[in-house]
């Protein structure tokens, strides 16, 4: 059996919150967007409905306790909580985390990822821009010393996964964090300060060559997305820009089958020590951004499995804890990328997760 620890992506948006009742309607969840989808063409597999977890509610306990033990039950070590701070202790969507945090509840392991990007409407305007609905800020010292506190007590919980004792913390966008090396040196110093051993930062990553670029600045890990390399590999230089003119100007993205990229997902430097796979089971925005987005079509277990298998064996040669994929996602429902069942595989993919570990 695979000694890898699956980390799977969790997000939080399922349950109502004043901001996007202001911004989109009374009562807006994701769910909202994930029960309006509309097949775009002919076999689109749209809308995606939910089977044995149904519409949940995050506010309740029984939802989330409901999520870990099927998580347990496949495979999934553990969740990574995506953690909206925007600066001057501006928090968003962190109830259901908050209530896992006070109420000791589920004990199931966890740790959290800053979604550090500010929120737009991304709704295609006549003049190409997106409307800003809260913008991610970086107060410097200060607020970065504020937000290591807004998270400390996460950190000490024993539920908290760790790499060589230190709470793994996951940056979304470490590009867009003006000083980013003197944050990192900051939380380390707290950190140590704080009875902890130091953190174990992970840098989000788009490309193999920003790996170097990430681990000067102080990351101890990348996980680099690959979710659209199969384009890099199987389109020639004017087929891709193409392919991006059409994205950029006409707002329509392209159909990938799942078959022909999946293979891309991995590549050899995944094999190194401080790079950290991911598994995707699918992907589909366009619940979130209608044409706009690529589709992958064709998924399915079968061939999930096949994926979850071969990055399983390029991360088993590596030290215990190291051997980290993370999986995206555990409940992205509107990007088409989730493992809870649905009416249409049942558990399908959580049983091709669990096959393939054993």
Known sequence: ???????????????????????????????????????????HYQPRVPADLGYYDLRLAESRKAQADLA????????????????????????PFNEVLNSGEPDFPFC?????????????????GNKLLIEQKYGGESDYTEHFFEVLKAFKDHRYIRVNNKPLFFVYAPQLIPDVTAFINLWQKLAKENGLDGIHFVANAQADSEIQIRKDQGFDAVNVVRLFHVIKKENTLVERAFIKFKRLYLKQGIIIDYAKAFPYFKADADKREDCYPSIFPNWDHSPRSGRSGHIFVNSNPHYFKQHVKEILEVVKQKSPENQIVFLRSWNEWAEGNYMEPDLKFGKGYLEALKEAIS
């Open 1 to 43: 059996m695979s000694q890898a620890r699956i980390i799977a992506f969790y997000l939080p948006q399922f349950h109502p919150i004043p901001e996007n009742d202001l911004w989109w309607g009374k009562g807006f969840t994701e769910w909202t967007n994930v029960g309006k989808a509309k097949p775009l063409f002919k076999g």
């Open 72 to 95: 347990r039950e496949y495979g999934v070590n553990g969740f990574c909580y995506w953690h909206y701070y925007f600066g001057n202790k501006k928090r968003l969507i962190e109830r």
């Open 112 to 128: 959290l990822g800053w979604a550090n990007h500010s929120w737009e409407d991304k709704q295609f305007s006549k003049d190409g």
